[in-house]
Every structure is written in C-alpha cells, then in structure tokens.
Nanobody, 115 residues
Framework: QVRVVESGGGLVQPGGSLRLSCAAS????????MAWYRQGIGRQRVLVAHVARDQVAYYIDAVKGRFTISRDNAKDTVYLQMNSLRPEDTAVYYC?????????WGQGTQVTVSS
C-alpha cells in the first residue's frame, strides 16, 4: 500500500506563506485524484483541495484564491502552496487520495498561523 509523509508545516504570521509537501512511497500516477485535508483542534478532518492527474484542481471556498495544489507524478509528490494565511487555517494537514481512504494516513504536518 502507498504510504505518505507530509512536511513543510510550521509557525507563520497572518498573511504569511508555507509550502507543504507530501512524498509518497509508491506510484501515485494511478491514483486519479490526490488531496489535502486538515483537522483543527476539536474538529473533524475536512477536505481542503484535490488535484487530478492533469492538474485540474478543486478548492473549498475557504481557501480559494489563496491555496494552490499541484502534483508531480514523476516524483510521486503532492504540494500545497498556501499564501495569505489566516489564523483559521491553523490545523494539522494531511494528504490522501480523493475520495479518502486509498492511502494509509500519514502523521500530518502542523500549520500554526499566529502573531
């Protein structure tokens, strides 16, 4: 089974940027859509964005225009560029297939937006 390792999180001030990476242990080309999810403290894990093999992407309204998801099938890696970060973006970010469950969940990477 494909496994993933998320990285790139950290502490950033409001308005700042981060780039998350999701490195897969196997070939993600056969996974039609890859996605980023996030889970805030005391909240359910929710979809943030997903991307198809041809880079066609979908975003939830809360991040539209600020986040960009992309995938590099040759490197088996998925990225999430996050700009204009807000405190409400604070969460642990995970990558997985879309719909979820096609890949074992990784540890996630913590993103904290605070002044």
């Amino acid at each position: 089974q494909v496994r993933v390792v998320e990285s790139g999180g950290g502490l950033v001030q409001p308005g700042g940027s981060l780039r998350l990476s999701c490195a897969a242990s196997g070939n993600i080309f056969n996974i039609p859509r890859m996605a980023w999810y996030r889970q805030g403290i005391g909240r359910q894990r929710v979809l943030v964005a997903h991307v198809a093999r041809d880079q066609v992407a979908y975003y939830i309204d809360a991040v539209k225009g600020r986040f960009t998801i992309s995938r590099d099938n040759a490197k088996d890696t998925v990225y999430l560029q996050m700009n204009s970060l807000r405190p409400e973006d604070t969460a642990v970010y995970y990558c997985n297939s879309f719909p979820e469950g096609g890949i074992a969940w990784g540890q996630g990477t913590q993103v904290t937006v605070s002044s």
